[in-house]
């Protein structure tokens, strides 16, 4: 995969509408399972390590995020499933035995969503931007490719 084609994927996990859609569904189809999770892992961990860059969540602040991304982006046919927010927060916190029980697909939509909104948070502008995609591309190089 390209390092333009990661560089499209991760701008499309953080802001929606930024790149065409049919240009978006070819890349991912072109890449297996294991390539869009080290992608959206490595989106969440920046997301989460720029987020919360002075401090650990505490397990009340990450209950009271799940909530909020459940009435913000749940809804009745795609619910935001709170325990694997919380899963997936606590795991960057050491707790790494709650994720392994995850799906590939709720790993991934659940990895987006909390990037997604993290990000907006952010309130980054295009130069930012590309910094944040940087950041989650040195990831994905760092992480072992087997």
Not at 21 to 33: D, K, N, P, Q, V
Not at 102 to 122: K, T
Not at 134 to 144: F, H, I, K, R, S
């Amino acid at each position: 995969m390209s390092t333009d084609d990661q560089r499209k994927l991760i701008e499309s996990f953080l802001v929606h509408g930024l790149h065409q859609e049919t240009e978006i569904e070819g890349i991912a189809e072109r890449l297996s399972t294991k390539q869009l999770i080290r992608l959206s892992t490595a989106v969440f961990v920046e997301a989460l390590e720029r987020t919360y860059a002075d401090r650990t969540p505490t397990n009340d602040e990450i209950r009271t995020y799940a909530d909020h991304l459940a009435a913000n982006y749940g809804t009745v046919d795609h619910p935001v499933k709170r325990l694997i927010v919380e899963a997936l927060m606590r795991a960057q916190n050491g707790e790494i035995d709650l994720v392994k029980a995850l799906s590939v697909e709720d790993l991934f939509q659940h990895q987006v969503l909390i990037a997604h909104d993290l990000f907006a948070g952010l309130n980054l502008n295009e130069s930012r931007l590309d910094d944040f995609v940087q950041g989650a591309l040195e990831y994905v190089d760092q992480m072992p490719s087997a």
